[in-house]
């Protein structure tokens, strides 16, 4: 799964979240559809995969993107910055 979480996109996120009821359209793939949900969601750093559980975002039907926005995107950072830091801890040494 390709990620994620992307700064420039949380304005538009915070729109979608206020629109719930309106579709959106992909802005990654231009193909897909948001779509509300509720899932658990991989993320992969350095080889390392951990599952971030019950994110609520805007998914894409088509790419694995999805969009989150406000509180929830605060949360999902904070959670990837800490399992990066945990990685790294293991494993200091970035490899090629
Ligand atoms: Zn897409």
Same mark, same amino acid.
């Given at each position: ?6 700064? *420039?996109?949380? *304005? &538009?996120?915070?729109?979608? %979240?206020?629109?719930? *009821?309106?579709?959106?359209?992909? =802005?990654?793939?231009?193909?897909? !559809? &948001?779509?509300? /949900?509720?899932? /658990?969601?991989?993320?992969?750093? &350095?080889?390392?995969?951990?599952? +971030? =559980?019950?994110?609520?975002?805007? +998914?894409?039907?088509?790419? /694995?993107?999805? &969009? ?5 995107? /605060?949360? %999902? !950072?904070?959670?990837?910055?800490? +399992? ?5 801890k293991i494993s =200091?040494?970035? =490899?090629?």
């Amino acid at each position: 799964m390709s990620c994620i979480v992307r700064r *420039s996109y949380r *304005s &538009l996120a915070k729109i979608a %979240v206020e629109r719930r *009821s309106e579709t959106m359209k992909c =802005p990654v793939c231009g193909a897909g !559809q &948001l779509v509300w /949900d509720t899932r /658990d969601v991989r993320y992969g750093y &350095l080889g390392k995969e951990t599952m +971030f =559980p019950h994110v609520t975002a805007a +998914f894409c039907t088509k790419c /694995d993107e999805y &969009l989150v926005g406000g509180e929830e995107a /605060d949360r %999902v !950072q904070k959670a990837m910055r800490a +399992f990066k830091n945990s990685v790294r801890k293991i494993s =200091p040494a970035v =490899p090629k």
